[in-house]
């Protein structure tokens, strides 16, 4: 993988992964276009994924300092504990899938894109639904509950395939739950950081341990974690302001879009 190709990818996963258009299936896509391909793919899926979770820290630092003094500075249960126990909730889908299912979703990488272009039209689907859900409401919707963050995380599981937007899914899910839009982005994007986190540290111990190999060099490395770092501040702040406004639409039309062509192109 060239410099180039790393600044590319880069900026397609940062800004994908907030975006509700699937960055594992622009990864898919582009690594595809590319020609890229081997153990540095992996490699460099984690580089970016740990810059990604970085840009949300950043984006959202007030609100993760916020909760992280909440949770750990007094012992009395208060609304921090009860958001961070609704995110430890959130988990459990994906952390049953991780330990049971892993190699039957890696399986589902690096096999052609017509499972990508399948699970772009089913994102543009919940998008598209979500929206029209939430303009028919004439409530301004709650706050998250124990049973939302659940029915979140279980969506959150299902993104784990390759095209199924996590942060689309996860949101339109959290809209149809009747989730206010104002709070449902922003669970969206704190519910991640742990998971893939996890997922990044188990991966790396591997590639120490010698269990996984990599022909990536350093440039592209730094390139392509620069490059998803700055594009991942850029698309979770614009992200949470196109969840408030209610601009779902555009990314459903995007999504099918981008789906059906990547279906007719692997069938033709």
């Known amino acids: 993988m ?11 996963q940062g800004l ?34 740990v810059a990604t979770v970085l840009s949300t820290l950043v984006v959202l630092w007030r609100e993760v300092d ?4 909440g949770t750990f500075t007094t012992l009395q ?15 459990i889908p994906v952390f049953v899938v991780g330990m049971f299912f892993k190699d039957q979703v890696e399986s589902f990488f690096g096999n052609g894109l017509l499972l990508v272009g399948i ?10 639904l979500s929206e029209w ?47 206010k839009k104002e709070s449902v982005a922003q669970f969206s994007f704190l519910m991640v950081l742990i ?19 990599s022909e990536l060099g350093i440039a592209p490395a730094v390139v392509g974690f620069l490059a998803a770092f700055i594009s991942g501040c850029f698309a979770c702040r ?6 408030r406004r209610q601009r779902l639409i555009w990314f459903a039309l995007y999504c099918a879009i981008v789906g059906s062509a990547t279906i007719i192109a692997t069938l033709c």
């Not at 060239?2 to 397609?12: F, H, P, Q, R």
């Not at 916020?66 to 003094?69: A, D, G, V």
């Not at 998971?195 to 190999?213: M, N, R, S, V």
């Not at 614009?238 to 969840?243: G, H, L, P, T």
């Open 238 to 243: 614009f992200m949470i302001e196109i969840v």
């Open 133 to 179: 859900l939430q303009k028919k409401r004439k409530n301004a919707g709650h706050e998250v509950t124990y049973k939302d963050a659940f029915i979140i995380g279980i969506a959150q599981a299902c993104a784990v395939l390759p095209g199924l937007s996590r942060s689309g899914t996860t949101i339109a899910t959290g809209l149809l739950c009747g989730v």
């Open 66 to 69: 916020k909760l992280f003094r």
């Open 119 to 128: 699970c772009l039209l089913i994102t543009a689907t919940l998008l598209a």
């Open 2 to 12: 060239s410099w180039l190709e790393a600044l590319i990818l880069g900026i397609v």
């Open 16 to 49: 994908t992964e907030f975006l509700p258009v699937s960055s594992s299936g622009h990864l898919e896509i582009g690594q595809a276009l590319l020609g890229t391909s081997g153990e540095e793919n992996l490699t460099f899926a984690i580089l970016v994924h």
């Open 195 to 213: 998971p893939i986190l996890g997922e990044a540290f188990l991966d790396l111990l591997k590639l120490l341990q010698g269990e996984l190999t």
């Open 77 to 91: 249960w208060n609304a921090e504990k009860d958001y961070v126990a609704k995110i430890l909730v959130s988990m």
